[in-house]
């Protein structure tokens, strides 16, 4: 078995192919996110209020950028920077309310996802080659099962740890809780807005920065080889804390930020930094501290030239 590069989880068995695959409803996928958009558009406008509305931006910032994109993505799939395991539960489980899955489902759908679009030639579930309308319908409401899929092996800190495990266990049920909190506190207007849509919009934009930093938009880096290449997303930057800056990622997937240049928001680096500063975090990994890529081509200045000390890493 070889141990596919940027994976420590992936392992392409022989005969492993990220092309041959259906794609096929998935029920409590589908009945989930149904359920919170069917939710947010009846009962959303007939409960609004502004303290609601209030409630739903503080509410998705958070689990977005400590959640989403400081505690799932750059902590615990690239392990990009450290911090004490009490911080990194609490940003794994806000990630967890953002309602897309748990930690190791999550970690699972990541990796694959990043193997294939890595080889010569994917599904195109995992390249979004599809329509919006279509994609939409397949990345929100089905599932890739691969003919000949290649192995998982999750490293056993993660794989052992019962917080985790209960985390993937009851990763919809975690909504539960803080419904019930904001009933009390603001009745059914808190409830719709502050869980269900704030679920709708954080899944559905997930998928849409998704669906087009893998389809159009600015790019500074090739991956020569690879099947799918990132592009940036300049207009979603800031709403998606850093994660649309997507070309630099597949440039550079194990660096804690996300936006390298100037004019490039990244508030989950933010974060990560400010973490720094109360002795919370270190070992950042940035691009400079990553090893070099023979596969990785500059394709364009950007206005500001190659991040500091990869020069080298980007020679023609």
């Known amino acids: ?37 069917l939710a947010t558009l009846i009962a959303g406008p007939l409960l609004f209020s502004w303290s ?19 505690g799932m993505h750059r902590r615990l799939i690239h392990n990009s920077f450290k911090c004490p395991l009490w911080l990194e539960y609490l940003c794994v489980y ?15 759908v990541h990796d694959m996802r990043d193997w294939a679009q890595r080889q010569s030639d994917c599904h195109g579930y995992f390249g979004h080659r599809a329509g ?19 192995d998982f092996h999750l490293e056993p800190r993660v794989a052992h ?4 495990a209960w985390m993937e266990r009851t990763w919809m049920l975690q909504q539960l809780p803080w419904a019930l909190l904001f009933y009390a506190l603001g009745g059914w207007s808190w409830v719709v807005w502050g869980v269900c849509a704030r679920v709708t919009v954080s899944v559905t934009g997930h998928w849409m920065v998704g669906y087009f930093a893998h389809r159009e938009g600015p790019q500074t880096y090739l991956v020569q080889g690879a099947s799918v290449q990132g592009h940036d997303v300049v207009i979603a930057g800031l709403v998606s804390m850093g994660e649309s800056w ?6 550079f997937p194990g ?13 989950g680096w933010v974060l990560i930094k400010l973490f720094e500063r109360l ?18 081509r500059q394709v364009r200045n950007s206005g500001a030239g190659c991040p500091v000390g990869r020069r080298l890493q980007i020679r023609a």
């Open 1 to 37: 078995m070889q141990l596919v590069p940027g994976s420590e989880r992936i392992v392409a068995t022989p005969g492993a192919d990220p092309t041959a695959g259906r794609v096929r409803w998935s029920p409590a996928k589908s009945l989930w996110i149904g359920g919170m958009t």
């Open 52 to 70: 609601a509305f209030a409630l739903f931006l503080v509410a998705t910032a958070v689990t977005l950028c400590a959640g989403h994109s400081v």
């Open 94 to 108: 806000l990630g967890v309310l953002v309602g897309m899955a748990g930690p190791i489902g999550m970690i699972r």
């Open 132 to 150: 919006f309308w279509l994609d939409a319908w397949r990345q929100l409401h089905c599932e890739l099962v691969l003919q000949r899929p290649p």
């Open 161 to 164: 740890d019962r917080v985790y």
């Open 246 to 251: 997507d070309n630099n990622h597949h440039a």
């Open 255 to 267: 660096s804690a930020k996300l936006g390298l240049y100037p004019g490039q928001a990244d508030l």
């Open 279 to 296: 002795g919370l975090a270190w070992d950042i990994v940035t691009p400079e501290r990553l090893p070099y890529r023979p596969a990785l």
